[in-house]
């Protein structure tokens, strides 16, 4: 047998593996062992390394989406309180605005505020209804006559009636140069809720 140290492989035959030196044969064996550690390696434990990792992706997705939701919970109750407030500010805006078969009634309500504060009408009446987003704008056309101080305690009642009425376009001169008696002319508004908003919230 050949030393090892003596050792050619270029002079030996693979067909022959079995008569080689047995220093040769370990080598042999030794690379062998060795692709396949690499085979196994690379069919194996990739694949395992690349599930490991997305594996890893998917527990920080989690962590992440967890994280949001658990943030989201936290403020449910405020948003949840915010939400009735809205509500009961809807509510309470719903219960100041006229019905169709209020409108009257109003019409009454204000001409019997004017009488009792001494005024005089020469008009009052609904104008044309006005269409919005989600509200009719209702034109309420006053003119009337009387002292300053009547007409001032006439628009502090109206401000207090159940429904609103909001005065705009105010406009008032004296009846003639020597008299303390004012002509008052205004354009007041009420609304209503569409039919169909109303129903969407049914």
Excluded: C
């Amino acid at each position: 047998m050949a030393d090892s140290n003596d050792l050619n492989f270029g002079d030996l035959d693979f067909e022959d593996v079995a008569e080689w030196p047995l220093f040769a044969q370990l080598i042999v064996v030794l690379l062998v062992i060795l692709l396949i550690q690499a085979g196994g390696a690379w069919f194996y434990l990739t694949p395992k390394v690349e599930k490991l990792e997305q594996l890893k992706n998917q527990e920080q997705t989690l962590k992440s989406t967890l994280q949001i939701k658990a943030s989201k919970a936290a403020t449910l109750p405020k948003l949840q309180a915010q939400l009735d407030e809205l509500q009961e500010r809807y509510d309470y805006l719903l219960r100041q605005l006229p019905a169709q078969k209020e409108l009257a009634s109003m019409l009454a309500s204000v001409n019997d505020l004017g009488l009792t504060s001494s005024l005089t009408f020469t008009r009052i009446d609904w104008g044309e209804k006005q269409n919005q987003e989600f509200l009719y704008r209702l034109p309420l056309n006053i003119e009337l006559t009387g002292r300053y101080d009547n007409i001032g305690e006439f628009s502090e009642a109206i401000a207090k009636l159940p429904r609103i009425i909001n005065f705009e376009d105010v406009d008032w001169q004296r009846v003639s140069l020597e008299s303390s008696t004012l002509h008052f002319r205004v354009r007041a508004y009420t609304y209503q809720f569409k039919p169909e908003v109303l129903n969407e919230d049914k």
